[in-house]
């Protein structure tokens, strides 16, 4: 147990940095499609043809989950529903990431729904527990000093929500897939936080039991 549990904060690091290269892959890949500035996320991977939008979706949900296990173990004082909200999130993403929205221009079926369902629960949950967190963080010595970088970002991912709701209603979509691609690499920038201090406290934390178990 205690094996696995130093895998979770690699993990979720790895799969961050997934993530952000498939991300980047996908939206310079070769193959003639729509401006996905114009396509919210989900579309854009129907059409995008080379499974880098994809496969960052599954790296984002995997890290998330890793990360989320890792704080946990790590007891991170996130708080009650902020740590719920994670798990919300995490999820949230897993389904975004394993039912795929139907291409621009066709009929929306069930799987579009619950895409859509997935990523209003992805954009809405992280900005909220980020915000929730900060004020755990900044009470803990280990943690202080992301507070108020978790602190900026929530407040640029509450921002981006607001674009992103905008957008979507009275704005007729124009922009929509820049609006939540700003929104995402916000809530990406946020767990990245997140993950690098857990990484460095597990490193911390074996450094000393080694030099324990070394003088003992």
Known sequence: MLALKRLYPPVACAGIAVA????VAGQ???TPHPDPFDLTIGEYAAVEGSGATELALVALAVAAFALTAGLRAARAPLGVTAERL?????A??????LVPAGAPGTVPGLGDRIHGYASAVVF???PVAGALMVTCLGEDERWRVIARPVEWLALACGFGL???TYVALPGDRM??????????AGEIALVAVLA??????NRVRSATRASHAALG
């Open 20 to 23: 952000v290269g498939a991300v």
């Open 92 to 97: 949230a993403l897993t389904v975004m990431a």
């Open 196 to 201: 690098v201090r857990l990484a460095y406290l």
């Open 162 to 164: 607001v674009a992103v």
């Open 175 to 184: 922009l929509i897939g820049l609006a939540e691609r700003v929104l995402l």
């Open 28 to 30: 310079i890949d070769p």
């Open 86 to 90: 994670m798990v919300v999130w995490s």
């Open 124 to 126: 809405v949950a992280l």
